[in-house]
């Protein structure tokens, strides 16, 4: 038994070679399969429903892919549709899909499987106490729900219940990147710790290539290993980069959680059939006791207007740790006195960040830097876009000249490359939900419409 499974990119819109990709199409794949969304760039397009590619984007690479499934006849399984996998994310991509199929006269039919949470749902499941948090997951506030936007996170279940209808091209909400490449081998009998690695494996494109990139993986699952081969004529596989794989987005690289188990990979073994390919052996599923589904929550926490500058006065550099608490009172004065009142101080946040002085790893900074230059990053945070935009163009003004007791009279202490300085970034989001629902079955907390186009 053999199984190939195409996956063309790590992220629907990243742009994949064409000529890469016509390689795994010539393989004749069971199914193509690629993710789209992620909660690694944040919280925003959860929090906000928009996506992080463009449309344009998004829409180059499905042409191809839809082109390709009607040319093959195989399933398309696109999952996080939108990035974050919610119900308009389905609808946007599903929209892009409806126009390319009238544009190319292509004919399937389609599944939207939607994932958004209703406040009334989550308040149940929490007040039934089976809502549980994940390692490090904020305090649940069950306000929330009403507040922000939840999608649950589907496994292989949903997927599988739209293949068996006989759905061509399927487009997932928030969804376990494995579970894309997972679902077919898994329901059609393939050895389950094969395919789940194999999933892993393959989940973000040519990742786990030398050197990296946005292209494509085919792989052949059979019986007792899986052979995992890169697409770009200009990039190569190794025991060790596809081995490093099972460590991307996990803390554990031997024990990767799913809805359904664990897959263990303490076994496997990983070893080179050629320059471009790598054979992988021994990994195990082990099922869960009960069925869990990850829920991800993000909800609106303020506004934002940034101001980016820089200095490189040596003195000035010397007295900002003094300057800046002086500043932060000063503003804080400041607001009282231009809003009258009407906006509290301890409502705004104003961060001074500087770059060249510790400002990534701030107090895990190993070693003490002393930079010649700094690039600073003022952030200003308000409850609304006018507020943070007012706060922002008085603490542009009072920073580039912030008093420095070795000079005399008014100096300079920082410069702005953009006129005017402020830069209104709009809405902030937060997470708000890193927890999974217990005691459900695999498919409860989703819904699937299906259409002929």
Not at 115 to 144: F, S
Not at 201 to 209: D, L, Q
Not at 241 to 261: K, M, Q, R
Not at 297 to 315: C, F, K, N, P, S
């Amino acid at each position: 038994m053999e199984f190939r499974i195409l996956a063309p990119t790590g992220a629907l819109g990243a742009g994949f070679d064409a000529e890469a990709f016509r390689r795994g199409v010539e393989a004749r794949p069971h199914v193509i399969a690629c993710d789209a969304g992620s909660t690694d760039s944040g919280p925003a397009a959860l929090g906000s429903g928009q996506p992080k590619l463009s449309d344009q984007a998004v829409a180059r690479d499905l042409r191809l892919l839809l082109t390709a499934r009607a040319e093959l006849g195989v399933p398309l399984i696109i999952g996080s549709c939108g990035t974050s996998g919610r119900d308009v994310g389905v609808d946007r991509v599903a929209a892009l899909v409806r126009g390319i199929a009238a544009a190319e006269n292509l004919h399937f039919r389609l599944a939207l499987i939607y994932a958004d949470q209703p406040a009334e749902r989550l308040r149940a499941l929490h007040d039934a106490d089976r809502i549980r948090p994940l390692p490090h997951a904020p305090a649940l506030d069950p306000e929330v729900f009403a507040r922000g936007h939840t999608v649950a996170m589907m496994g292989v279940e949903p997927l599988q219940e739209a293949l068996r209808s006989g759905c061509d091209v399927v487009l997932a909400g928030r969804a376990s990147d494995t579970a894309l490449f997972a679902a077919l081998p898994h329901m059609r009998g393939a050895d389950p710790g094969l395919t789940w690695h194999m999933a892993k494996t393959i989940e973000c494109g040519a990742a786990c290539a030398v050197p990296p990139s946005a292209n494509g993986l085919l792989v052949h699952l059979r019986d007792d290993h899986f052979d995992v081969t890169t697409l770009a004529a200009d990039s190569r596989l190794t025991p060790r980069s596809v081995a490093a794989h099972t460590l991307y987005e996990n803390a554990d690289p031997f024990h990767i959680e799913e809805p359904a188990g664990t897959l263990d990979t303490t076994d496997a073994t990983y070893e080179s059939v050629d320059a471009r390919t790598v054979r992988v052996r021994g990994a195990r599923f082990v099922p869960a006791d009960g069925y869990t589904n990850k829920l991800e929550g993000a909800e609106l926490v303020g506004h934002q207007t940034v101001i980016v500058g820089g200095v490189r006065d040596q003195v000035v550099i010397r007295h900002l740790p003094d300057l800046v608490p002086f500043a932060k009172k000063y503003f804080a004065d400041k607001i009282l006195d231009v809003f009258g009142g009407d906006v509290d101080p301890a409502d705004v946040d104003i961060d001074y960040r500087f770059y060249g002085d510790g400002a990534v790893l701030a107090a895990a900074e190993p070693e003490p830097l002393r930079p010649r230059e700094l690039g600073v990053l003022i952030t200003v945070t308000a409850p609304d876009q006018a507020t943070a935009h007012a706060v922002a163009t008085f603490v542009a003004h009072a920073s580039s000249h912030l008093p420095i007791p070795e000079y005399d009279g008014l100096v300079s202490t920082l410069a702005y490359p953009y006129s005017p300085p402020e830069i209104d970034r709009g809405p902030l989001y937060r997470f708000t939900l890193n927890h999974v629902v217990t005691g459900v079955t695999p498919t409860e907390l989703f819904r699937t419409v299906t259409e002929e186009l």
